[in-house]
C-alpha cells in the first residue's frame, strides 16, 4: 500500500532485485515458451504458403508427365473432354492476358491520375469525401460486379453497344482533341516572327479542330457500324476489372506519392513550374517505382479476379481474330479453374483434372513473380526516397 | 511554349485528376443505382392475390378470411374468362377437322399462358410442381405475362445476312370470328381485378427459404450461409492474425526468419482466390479430411487462410501506431512485456484491429471463388450450428453467380438474384461502414 | 554576481523547508555510479559518470539539451534496454546490487523505481484505472484495496480533491498539469522507492509546474527523487543536490546551493551565468 510505503531507516531497499536462480530460469523459460508460442502461430503464414504451393505443384506436376510441356503453352485446342482430349491453353493464356492488359488500360491511367488529385490538387475536405467512395469501391463484393457486367453491362453493350462505345469516344476524345489542337498550335508557331504569330495560331487551330472532328466523326461513324454478336466480351470484362483494380493503383500510387515529400516539389516550384509541370517531371518520376508497385499490384487484382471473368467473358477458349477485337467473347485460366474443377472432380486422377491444377500452378507463379515485383519496387521507392 | 497554353495544360492535368475521381464515383453510383433500385422490388412489390393465397396455404400466414374474400372475389372475375373457354370448346365440336386441330393447338397455348398467369383453371388436376399450383404472385412479372398471353413472338427473316427481327403478332388474330375473340380483351381489361395487385413490404424475402427453385419464397438459407461462413472465418483468422501482429510488432527483430514471414505474408495477399480455393479442397478436405466433402467448416477454414494476411497486416499497423508513451509508462511501472502487450497496447490498439477484423469480414462475405469447391451448393436447408461442421451450404454469392448464370429460368427470378445482391452488397457496404466510423471515432479520441 | 544569479539565489532562498543540513554520518548511498557509461551503438552518450545519490533527497540532473541526462536517468530503471543497440559499461548499484548484473529482475527493479516522463502518458482509461494499473499488474484483485490504494496515491499526487468525483472519466480529458499528476500517483500507486523525473514540467504551464514543484518537496520526505531538468531555476528551487552533466560527462556534483553560488568549475559557472547552453 502506498500509504504504508514509509522507508524505514534500515535497509531501504526492503526488496532484492535478484531473482533466484531458479525462479529466474522459470521466468526465462516462461517468457520463451511464450514466445515460441507466439512465433508458432505467425508461422502459419509460411506454412500456408508452403502448403499452397505443395499442393498446387502435387497435383500439377501428373499433368505435364501424362502430357508433356508443349502441349499447353503453344496448342489453341482445347477440348478436354473430348476423345482423344487435346489441352491446348494457348487461347486460355492469352484470354487472361488480354483482359489484364485491358484492364491496366483503364486502370493505370485513370488510377494514376486520381492519385496525384487526391495527393496534390484535391482540397482537404474533398479527400475526406473521395476516400470512402475508393473504399466502397473496392469492398464490393466481385461477384456483385460480375452480376452487373452479366446482367446490366452486357444486354447494353450487345443492343446498344455501337451508342456506347461513340459516347465514350466522344467524352474521352473531344477534350482530349482540343487540347491537342491548342498544344500543337502552339508548338508549331513558337518559332514564327513576332506580328505574324497570332494570325497564323488562330488559322492553324481552325484548320486542327477542322480536322479532328471529321477524325472523330468518322471514329462515331465506324463504331457505330461495328457488329457485336455478344455482350459478354473482352471489352466488358475489361471495363469492369479495370474499374476494380482502381482503388487499389489508386491508394498505393497516392501513398507513393506522399512519400515524394514536400521539399522536391517546393523546389520545383520555385523555379517557376506549373503544378503539372511539377508533378510530371518531378514527383512522378520520383515516384515510379512505387507507382510501378501500383500497376503490379493492379495487375495481380485482375489477373487473379475469378467471378467477373466467369459470369461475363463469354468463356470462349479462342483468340479472336484480329488478335486485339476486344469484342469477342474468350476465356481466362481462373474461369477455366473455377468452371472446369467441378466436372473434373470425379475424374480425380486424370489429365482432365490434372491439367486444371497446372493452369493454376500458372497463375500462382504469375502472382508469385507479380508479387515479389512489386515489393521489390516497393522497397527500391523507400531506399530511394530515404 | 506560351504561358497560357501552359497554364491550360496544368488545368487539363488537374481536370484529367478530378474526371478520374468523378468517375470513380459515378461507377460506384452506375454500379450501385441499379442494384438498389431493383434489389429492393424483391422486398417491395406488388404482389397479387396468388401471392398471398401461396403464404396462406403453404406457411398460414395472412387473415385467413380476408384473404379467400380475395380468391372468391378474383375467382368471380376470371370465370367469365374460363366461361368463354369451355363456350369455344363446345364450339369446337361442331368445327370441321382439319380446322380443329389447329385450333385446338392455339388454344392449349392460350390456356397455357392463362394458367401462368391466373393458376390452375378451376376443376382441373392439381398439378405436380409447385410453379404450376400458383398464378404470377407478382404484379411486375404477371405484365410480362400478359405480354406473352396477348402476343405470339413471331422472327421476320426478310433480311437473310443478319439474325432474325421478332415481330409482335397480336394472339387475337388468330382467333378472329370465334366465340374466343373478346377474351383477350377481357383479360387485358380486368387482369387487375383478377389478381389484385397490392403493394407489399416482403420483408421476410430474408427469412423465408425458397422454394421450388426460387421461384417462391426468400433467401435464408443463402444469407445464414454466409452468415456462417463469415462469422465462422473470423473466428479462425482473427485470433491467429491478431498473435501474429503482435509478435511481429512487439517481439520480432529482424533476421531471415522475420523476413521469410514477411515475405510469404505477401505472397499470400498475392495469391488469386481462386487458387486458395484448390487449395482448401486439395488440403482441408481431401488431405486432413475435415469433412468428407464440401462443408462450412472446410469453407471457413479456406477463408480464413484468404484473409490472414489483411489481418495481420492492418492489425500490426494498429499495433505500431499505440504511442510509445503507453509502452514506456507501463514498463516503467514494472508491468512485464507480456502484459503490456495485454493490458496496454491491445486495448489502445483495439479499435484498429476491430476496423481490419471488420474490413476482412466484409471480403470474407463476398468472396466466391474459394467456397466454389470447399462449402457452397446452390440449393439446401438452413443448417444447424452443428451441421456446419460436416455440411456445405448455399451461399449469397455462389447463389447469385448460380441463379444468373445456371438456374432453368434466369429471366423469371431476376428479382431474386437481384434482392440476394442488394442484400449481399449491403452486408458489406454495412461492414465497412462500421469500420469508417470506428476508425474516425478512433481518430477523434486520440485527438482529444 | 550577475541578474542571472541574483535570480538563482531567490530560487534557492524559495525551496520549502529547510535545507539539509551537511549530515555528519555518512549516509548510505541509494544510487551509485562508478564509470558508468552508456553507449547508443558507437555514440558514447554517458561518459564514465560517477555520482551518489544519497536516500530522501531530490537530486537535479542538469546539463546542456543532448549531453545525456534522460539517458542517465533512464539507465537507473532500465529504460534503455527498449532502444536497440543500447548497452552500457561500468557500474550502476541500487544499494549495492548491480542494475546491469545477469539476474537481475527488471519487473522487481522498475517497481523500485517509478518513472514520470516529459509528457504526460496516461493510458486512454479511466482516472481510476490508470492509478490501478500499477497495482493490478502485480496481483492485487480485492476492490477494497484497489479503492484504497487509489485513494492514498491521488492524495499525495495532491490530485484527489480534483477528481474524487470523476474517478471513472477518461483520463485523457484532464488538463496537463491533471494528467501530470495523475502520472505521478500512478508511479506512486506501485509503492516504488525512488521516483525518477525526466523533465517533468516542461510541457505544462507555469502554474501547473508551481503544482508539480510543490509535490515534489512534499514527496521529497518519503522518496529518494531524482529530477531531469534544464531549468536552472526550477532545479534551485526543488533539489537539494544537483548534478551537472556536460556532453556526457560529469562536470560538478554537490549540494544546490553550494552548486549555484560557489560553483568549483569554471564551466559550471558559464553555464548557470548562461554563457553557454
Ligand atoms: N534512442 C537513441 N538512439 C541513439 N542515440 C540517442 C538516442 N537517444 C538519445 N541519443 C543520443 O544520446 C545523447 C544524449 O541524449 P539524451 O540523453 O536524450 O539528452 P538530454 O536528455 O540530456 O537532452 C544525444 O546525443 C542523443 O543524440
Ligand atoms: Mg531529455
Same mark, same amino acid.
Given at each position: 500500500?502506498?500509504?504504508?510505503?514509509?522507508?524505514?531507516?534500515?535497509?531501504?531497499?526492503?526488496?532484492?532485485?535478484?531473482?533466484?536462480?531458479?525462479?529466474?530460469?522459470?521466468?526465462?523459460?516462461?517468457?520463451?515458451?511464450?514466445?515460441?508460442?507466439?512465433?508458432?502461430?505467425?508461422?502459419?503464414?509460411?506454412?500456408?504458403?508452403?502448403?499452397?504451393?505443395?499442393?498446387?505443384?502435387?497435383?500439377?506436376?501428373?499433368?505435364?508427365?501424362?502430357?508433356?510441356?508443349?502441349?499447353?503453352?503453344?496448342?489453341?485446342?482445347?477440348?478436354?473432354?473430348?476423345?482423344?482430349? &487435346?489441352?491446348?491453353?494457348?487461347?486460355?493464356?492469352?484470354?487472361?492476358?488480354?483482359?489484364?492488359?485491358?484492364?491496366?488500360?483503364?486502370?493505370?491511367?485513370?488510377?494514376?491520375?486520381?492519385?496525384? +488529385?487526391?495527393?496534390?490538387?484535391?482540397?482537404?475536405?474533398?479527400?475526406?469525401?473521395?476516400?470512402?467512395?475508393?473504399?466502397?469501391?473496392?469492398?464490393?463484393?466481385?461477384?456483385?460486379?460480375?452480376?452487373?457486367?452479366?446482367?446490366?453491362?452486357?444486354?447494353?453493350?450487345?443492343?446498344?453497344?455501337?451508342?456506347?462505345?461513340?459516347?465514350?469516344?466522344?467524352?474521352?476524345? $473531344?477534350?482530349?482533341?482540343?487540347?491537342?489542337?491548342?498544344?500543337?498550335?502552339?508548338?508549331?508557331?513558337?518559332?514564327?516572327?513576332?506580328? &505574324?504569330?497570332?494570325?497564323?495560331?488562330?488559322?492553324?487551330?481552325?484548320?486542327?479542330?477542322?480536322?479532328?472532328?471529321?477524325?472523330?466523326?468518322?471514329?462515331?461513324?465506324?463504331?457505330?457500324?461495328?457488329?457485336?454478336?455478344?455482350?459478354?466480351?473482352?471489352?466488358?470484362?475489361?471495363?469492369?476489372?479495370?474499374?476494380?483494380?482502381?482503388?487499389?493503383?489508386?491508394?498505393?500510387?497516392?501513398?507513393?506519392?506522399?512519400?515524394?515529400?514536400?521539399?522536391?516539389?517546393?523546389?520545383?516550384?520555385?523555379?517557376?513550374?506549373?503544378?503539372?509541370?511539377?508533378?510530371?517531371?518531378?514527383?512522378?518520376?520520383?515516384?515510379?517505382?512505387?507507382?510501378?508497385?501500383?500497376?503490379?499490384?493492379?495487375?495481380?487484382?485482375?489477373?487473379?479476379?475469378?467471378?467477373?471473368?466467369?459470369?461475363? &467473358?463469354?468463356?470462349?477458349?479462342?483468340?479472336?481474330?484480329?488478335?486485339?477485337?476486344?469484342?469477342?467473347?474468350?476465356?481466362?485460366?481462373? $474461369?477455366?479453374?473455377?468452371?472446369?474443377?467441378?466436372?473434373?472432380?470425379?475424374?480425380?486422377? &486424370?489429365?482432365?483434372?490434372?491439367?486444371?491444377?497446372?493452369?493454376?500452378?500458372?497463375?500462382?507463379?504469375? +502472382?508469385?513473380?507479380?508479387?515479389?515485383?512489386?515489393?521489390? $519496387?516497393?522497397?527500391?521507392?523507400?531506399?530511394?526516397?530515404? | 511554349?506560351?504561358?497560357?497554353?501552359?497554364?491550360?495544360?496544368?488545368?487539363?492535368?488537374?481536370?484529367?485528376?478530378?474526371?478520374?475521381?468523378?468517375?470513380?464515383?459515378?461507377?460506384?453510383? @452506375?454500379?450501385?443505382?441499379?442494384?438498389?433500385?431493383?434489389?429492393?422490388? !424483391?422486398?417491395?412489390?406488388?404482389?397479387?392475390?396468388?401471392?398471398?393465397?401461396?403464404?396462406?396455404?403453404?406457411?398460414?400466414?395472412? *387473415?385467413?378470411?380476408?384473404?379467400?374474400?380475395?380468391?372468391?372475389?378474383?375467382?368471380?372475375?376470371?370465370?367469365?374468362?374460363?366461361?368463354?373457354?369451355?363456350?369455344?370448346?363446345?364450339?369446337?365440336?361442331?368445327?370441321?377437322?382439319?380446322?380443329?386441330?389447329?385450333?385446338?393447338?392455339?388454344?392449349?397455348?392460350?390456356? *397455357?399462358?392463362?394458367?401462368?398467369?391466373?393458376?390452375?383453371?378451376?376443376?382441373?388436376?392439381?398439378?405436380?410442381?409447385?410453379?404450376?399450383?400458383?398464378?404470377?404472385?407478382?404484379?411486375?412479372?404477371?405484365?410480362?405475362?400478359?405480354?406473352?398471353?396477348?402476343?405470339?413472338?413471331?422472327? *421476320?427473316?426478310?433480311?437473310?445476312?443478319?439474325?432474325?427481327?421478332?415481330?409482335?403478332?397480336?394472339?387475337?388474330?388468330?382467333?378472329?370470328?370465334?366465340?374466343?375473340?373478346?377474351?383477350?380483351?377481357?383479360?387485358?381489361?380486368?387482369?387487375?381485378?383478377?389478381?389484385?395487385?397490392?403493394?407489399?413490404?416482403?420483408?421476410?424475402?430474408?427469412?423465408?427459404?425458397?422454394?421450388?427453385?426460387?421461384?417462391?419464397?426468400?433467401?435464408?438459407?443463402?444469407?445464414?450461409?454466409?452468415?456462417?461462413?463469415?462469422?465462422?472465418?473470423?473466428?479462425?483468422?482473427?485470433?491467429?492474425?491478431?498473435?501474429?501482429?503482435?509478435?511481429?510488432?512487439?517481439?520480432?527483430?529482424?533476421?531471415?526468419?522475420?523476413?521469410?514471414?514477411?515475405?510469404?505474408?505477401?505472397?499470400?495477399?498475392?495469391?488469386?482466390?481462386?487458387?486458395?480455393?484448390?487449395?482448401?479442397?486439395?488440403?482441408?478436405?481431401?488431405?486432413?479430411?475435415?469433412?468428407?466433402?464440401?462443408?462450412?467448416?472446410?469453407?471457413?477454414?479456406?477463408?480464413?487462410?484468404?484473409?490472414?494476411?489483411?489481418?495481420?497486416?492492418?492489425?500490426?499497423?494498429?499495433?505500431?501506431?499505440?504511442?510509445?508513451?503507453?509502452?514506456? !509508462?507501463?514498463?516503467?511501472?514494472? !508491468?512485464?512485456?507480456?502484459?503490456?502487450?495485454?493490458?496496454?497496447?491491445?486495448?489502445?490498439?483495439?479499435?484498429?484491429?476491430?476496423?481490419?477484423?471488420?474490413?476482412?469480414?466484409?471480403?470474407?462475405?463476398?468472396?466466391?471463388?474459394?467456397?466454389?469447391?470447399?462449402?457452397?451448393?446452390?440449393?439446401?436447408?438452413?443448417?444447424?450450428?452443428?451441421?456446419?461442421?460436416?455440411?456445405?451450404?448455399?451461399?449469397?454469392?455462389?447463389?447469385?453467380?448460380?441463379?444468373?448464370?445456371?438456374?432453368?429460368?434466369?429471366?423469371?427470378?431476376?428479382? @431474386?438474384?437481384?434482392?440476394?445482391?442488394?442484400?449481399?452488397?449491403?452486408?458489406?457496404?454495412?461492414?465497412?461502414?462500421?469500420?469508417?466510423?470506428?476508425?474516425?471515432?478512433?481518430?477523434?479520441?486520440?485527438?482529444? | 554576481?550577475? =541578474?542571472?544569479?541574483?535570480?538563482?539565489?531567490?530560487?534557492?532562498?524559495?525551496?520549502?523547508?529547510?535545507?539539509?543540513?551537511?549530515?555528519?554520518?555518512?549516509?548510505?548511498?541509494?544510487?551509485?555510479?562508478?564509470?558508468?557509461?552508456?553507449?547508443?551503438?558507437?555514440? /558514447?552518450?554517458?561518459?564514465?559518470?560517477?555520482?551518489?545519490?544519497?536516500?530522501?533527497?531530490?537530486?537535479?540532473?542538469?546539463?546542456?539539451?543532448?549531453?545525456?541526462?534522460?539517458?542517465? %536517468?533512464? #539507465?537507473?530503471?532500465?529504460?534503455?534496454?527498449?532502444?536497440?543497440?543500447?548497452?552500457?559499461?561500468?557500474?550502476?548499484?541500487?544499494?549495492?546490487?548491480?542494475?546491469? #548484473?545477469? =539476474?537481475?529482475?527488471?519487473?522487481?527493479?522498475?517497481?523500485?523505481?517509478?518513472?514520470?516522463?516529459?509528457?504526460?502518458?496516461?493510458?486512454?482509461?479511466?482516472?481510476?484505472?490508470?492509478?490501478?494499473?500499477?497495482?493490478?499488474?502485480?496481483?492485487?484483485?480485492?476492490?477494497?484495496?484497489?479503492?484504497?490504494?487509489?485513494?492514498?496515491?491521488?492524495?499525495?499526487?495532491?490530485?484527489?480533491?480534483?477528481? #474524487?468525483?470523476?474517478?471513472?472519466?477518461?483520463?485523457?480529458?484532464?488538463?496537463?498539469?491533471?494528467?501530470?499528476?495523475?502520472?505521478?500517483?500512478? #508511479?506512486?500507486?506501485?509503492?516504488?522507492?525512488?521516483?525518477?523525473?525526466?523533465?517533468?514540467?516542461?510541457?505544462?504551464?507555469?502554474?501547473?509546474?508551481?503544482?508539480?514543484?510543490? %509535490?515534489? =518537496?512534499?514527496?521529497?520526505?518519503?522518496?529518494?527523487?531524482?529530477?531531469?531538468?534544464?531549468?536552472?531555476?526550477?532545479?534551485?528551487?526543488?533539489?537539494?543536490?544537483?548534478?551537472?552533466?556536460?556532453?556526457?560527462?560529469?562536470? /560538478?556534483?554537490?549540494?544546490?546551493?553550494?552548486?549555484?553560488?560557489?560553483?568549483?568549475?569554471?564551466?559550471?559557472?558559464?553555464?548557470?551565468?548562461?554563457?553557454?547552453?
Amino acid at each position: 500500500m502506498a500509504g504504508t510505503s514509509i522507508p524505514t531507516e534500515a535497509g531501504l531497499l526492503r526488496r532484492h532485485l535478484m531473482l533466484s536462480r531458479s525462479a529466474s530460469r522459470l521466468q526465462r523459460l516462461g517468457a520463451l515458451a511464450a514466445r515460441g508460442a507466439l512465433l508458432l502461430v505467425t508461422c502459419s503464414s509460411v506454412f500456408a504458403v508452403i502448403f499452397i504451393f505443395l499442393f498446387i505443384f502435387r497435383d500439377a506436376l501428373p499433368f505435364f508427365g501424362l502430357r508433356g510441356f508443349a502441349e499447353v503453352f503453344t496448342d489453341t485446342a482445347w477440348y478436354p473432354s473430348a476423345e482423344p482430349a &487435346s489441352f491446348g491453353a494457348l487461347a486460355i493464356f492469352f484470354g487472361s492476358g488480354i483482359v489484364t492488359l485491358g484492364a491496366v488500360v483503364v486502370a493505370v491511367p485513370l488510377g494514376v491520375a486520381a492519385a496525384v +488529385c487526391l495527393s496534390d490538387v484535391l482540397p482537404f475536405s474533398v479527400r475526406q469525401f473521395a476516400k470512402p467512395v475508393i473504399e466502397m469501391l473496392a469492398a464490393i463484393p466481385s461477384v456483385a460486379y460480375g452480376f452487373f457486367a452479366l446482367v446490366v453491362l452486357a444486354p447494353l453493350l450487345q443492343e446498344k453497344g455501337g451508342v456506347v462505345l461513340s459516347v465514350g469516344a466522344c467524352l474521352a476524345g $473531344a477534350p482530349l482533341g482540343l487540347l491537342a489542337v491548342v498544344v500543337l498550335s502552339d508548338l508549331l508557331t513558337s518559332r514564327l516572327p513576332d506580328p &505574324s504569330r497570332p494570325v497564323v495560331r488562330l488559322v492553324l487551330m481552325g484548320g486542327l479542330c477542322a480536322a479532328g472532328f471529321y477524325g472523330l466523326t468518322q471514329l462515331v461513324q465506324l463504331l457505330l457500324r461495328l457488329p457485336i454478336h455478344s455482350g459478354t466480351n473482352a471489352l466488358n470484362v475489361s471495363v469492369i476489372l479495370g474499374i476494380m483494380a482502381l482503388p487499389t493503383v489508386v491508394s498505393v500510387s497516392e501513398d507513393a506519392l506522399h512519400a515524394v515529400g514536400r521539399e522536391l516539389r517546393e523546389a520545383s516550384y520555385a523555379l517557376g513550374a506549373t503544378r503539372a509541370e511539377t508533378l510530371v517531371k518531378v514527383v512522378i518520376p520520383a515516384a515510379r517505382s512505387g507507382i510501378l508497385a501500383a500497376v503490379v499490384l493492379g495487375v495481380m487484382r485482375a489477373v487473379g479476379e475469378t467471378m467477373v471473368v466467369w459470369m461475363a &467473358s463469354g468463356n470462349a477458349a479462342q483468340i479472336p481474330r484480329p488478335w486485339f477485337n476486344v469484342l469477342e467473347p474468350i476465356r481466362t485460366l481462373t $474461369a477455366t479453374i473455377a468452371g472446369e474443377m467441378g466436372e473434373a472432380d470425379h475424374v480425380t486422377g &486424370s489429365a482432365r483434372y490434372h491439367v486444371l491444377f497446372a493452369l493454376a500452378l500458372c497463375l500462382l507463379l504469375i +502472382c508469385f513473380v507479380c508479387n515479389l515485383l512489386g515489393e521489390w $519496387a516497393v522497397r527500391r521507392s523507400k531506399a530511394r526516397l530515404r | 511554349m506560351r504561358l497560357s497554353t501552359r497554364k491550360l495544360l496544368d488545368r487539363s492535368f488537374s481536370g484529367l485528376g478530378v474526371f478520374a475521381i468523378l468517375l470513380m464515383v459515378g461507377a460506384l453510383l @452506375v454500379l450501385l443505382a441499379p442494384i438498389a433500385a431493383r434489389g429492393s422490388r !424483391a422486398f417491395v412489390f406488388r404482389a397479387t392475390v396468388e401471392h398471398r393465397q401461396f403464404m396462406l396455404e403453404e406457411s398460414g400466414r395472412g *387473415d385467413h378470411d380476408a384473404i379467400d374474400a380475395e380468391i372468391r372475389a378474383a375467382a368471380e372475375v376470371r370465370r367469365k374468362a374460363y366461361d368463354m373457354i369451355a363456350r369455344f370448346e363446345e364450339e369446337l365440336e361442331a368445327a370441321g377437322r382439319s380446322e380443329r386441330r389447329e385450333l385446338r393447338r392455339s388454344l392449349r397455348e392460350v390456356k *397455357d399462358h392463362l394458367a401462368g398467369l391466373l393458376g390452375p383453371a378451376p376443376g382441373n388436376a392439381r398439378p405436380v410442381l409447385l410453379r404450376d399450383q400458383y398464378g404470377q404472385t407478382r404484379w411486375d412479372r404477371a405484365l410480362v405475362g400478359l405480354g406473352d398471353f396477348l402476343y405470339v413472338t413471331e422472327y *421476320d427473316y426478310s433480311d437473310p445476312s443478319g439474325m432474325g427481327r421478332p415481330l409482335l403478332v397480336p394472339r387475337v388474330d388468330g382467333f378472329r370470328g370465334t366465340s374466343l375473340e373478346p377474351l383477350f380483351a377481357y383479360v387485358e381489361q380486368n387482369l387487375e381485378r383478377m389478381l389484385r395487385p397490392r403493394l407489399t413490404f416482403y420483408w421476410r424475402f430474408l427469412f423465408d427459404e425458397g422454394r421450388d427453385a426460387h421461384f417462391f419464397g426468400g433467401i435464408w438459407p443463402a444469407v445464414l450461409g454466409t452468415l456462417y461462413l463469415t462469422i465462422g472465418t473470423m473466428l479462425i483468422a482473427a485470433p491467429v492474425g491478431i498473435a501474429s501482429a503482435v509478435y511481429l510488432a512487439e517481439f520480432a527483430g529482424e533476421g531471415w526468419l522475420i523476413s521469410l514471414i514477411r515475405t510469404c505474408i505477401g505472397t499470400l495477399a498475392g495469391v488469386p482466390s481462386i487458387v486458395f480455393g484448390l487449395f482448401g479442397l486439395a488440403f482441408f478436405i481431401n488431405t486432413l479430411g475435415v469433412s468428407d466433402s464440401k462443408s462450412v467448416l472446410a469453407g471457413c477454414l479456406t477463408l480464413a487462410v484468404l484473409v490472414l494476411p489483411t489481418v495481420i497486416r492492418a492489425s500490426e499497423e494498429a499495433i505500431l501506431a499505440v504511442p510509445k508513451t503507453y509502452k514506456e !509508462a507501463s514498463l516503467s511501472l514494472g !508491468a512485464g512485456q507480456g502484459s503490456t502487450v495485454l493490458r496496454v497496447i491491445l486495448p489502445a490498439a483495439l479499435p484498429g484491429i476491430l476496423t481490419s477484423v471488420i474490413i476482412s469480414m466484409g471480403r470474407a462475405a463476398g468472396e466466391t471463388a474459394p467456397i466454389i469447391f470447399t462449402a457452397a451448393v446452390s440449393l439446401g436447408r438452413p443448417l444447424s450450428l452443428r451441421q456446419t461442421l460436416s455440411q456445405p451450404t448455399p451461399a449469397l454469392p455462389w447463389n447469385i453467380y448460380n441463379l444468373c448464370t445456371e438456374h432453368e429460368a434466369v429471366d423469371q427470378i431476376r428479382h @431474386v438474384q437481384y434482392g440476394m445482391v442488394l442484400t449481399l452488397v449491403l452486408l458489406v457496404l454495412l461492414l465497412n461502414l462500421a469500420a469508417i466510423l470506428l476508425r474516425a471515432r478512433l481518430a477523434r479520441r486520440l485527438a482529444g | 554576481m550577475n =541578474g542571472v544569479t541574483v535570480e538563482l539565489a531567490s530560487s534557492l532562498a524559495e525551496r520549502q523547508g529547510p535545507a539539509p543540513e551537511p549530515k555528519d554520518r555518512l549516509e548510505e548511498p541509494v544510487i551509485t555510479a562508478e564509470e558508468f557509461s552508456v553507449f547508443y551503438g558507437d555514440n /558514447e552518450a554517458v561518459k564514465r559518470v560517477s555520482l551518489d545519490v544519497p536516500p530522501r533527497r531530490v537530486t537535479a540532473i542538469i546539463g546542456p539539451s543532448g549531453c545525456g541526462k534522460s539517458t542517465f %536517468l533512464r #539507465a537507473v530503471n532500465r529504460m534503455n534496454d527498449l532502444i536497440p543497440g543500447c548497452r552500457t559499461e561500468g557500474l550502476l548499484a541500487l544499494e549495492g546490487q548491480d542494475l546491469n #548484473a545477469p =539476474g537481475v529482475d527488471v519487473v522487481t527493479l522498475r517497481r523500485v523505481v517509478g518513472m514520470v516522463f516529459q509528457k504526460p502518458n496516461p493510458f486512454p482509461k479511466s482516472v481510476f484505472d490508470n492509478v490501478a494499473f500499477g497495482p493490478r499488474i502485480h496481483g492485487v484483485r480485492g476492490k477494497p484495496e484497489l479503492t484504497e490504494t487509489v485513494e492514498v496515491s491521488l492524495r499525495r499526487a495532491g490530485l484527489w480533491e480534483e477528481v #474524487a468525483d470523476r474517478l471513472s472519466h477518461n483520463a485523457m480529458a484532464l488538463s496537463g498539469g491533471q494528467q501530470q499528476r495523475l502520472c505521478i500517483a500512478r #508511479a506512486l500507486a506501485v509503492d516504488p522507492e525512488i521516483l525518477l523525473m525526466d523533465e517533468p514540467a516542461s510541457a505544462l504551464d507555469p502554474r501547473s509546474t508551481a503544482r508539480i514543484e510543490d %509535490l515534489i =518537496g512534499e514527496l521529497r520526505a518519503d522518496y529518494t527523487i531524482v529530477i531531469v531538468t534544464h531549468n536552472m531555476q526550477q532545479a534551485a528551487r526543488v533539489s537539494d543536490l544537483t548534478a551537472f552533466l556536460y556532453e556526457g560527462r560529469l562536470v /560538478e556534483f554537490g549540494p544546490t546551493d553550494q552548486l549555484f553560488t560557489k560553483p568549483r568549475q569554471k564551466q559550471t559557472e558559464d553555464y548557470i551565468t548562461g554563457r553557454f547552453g
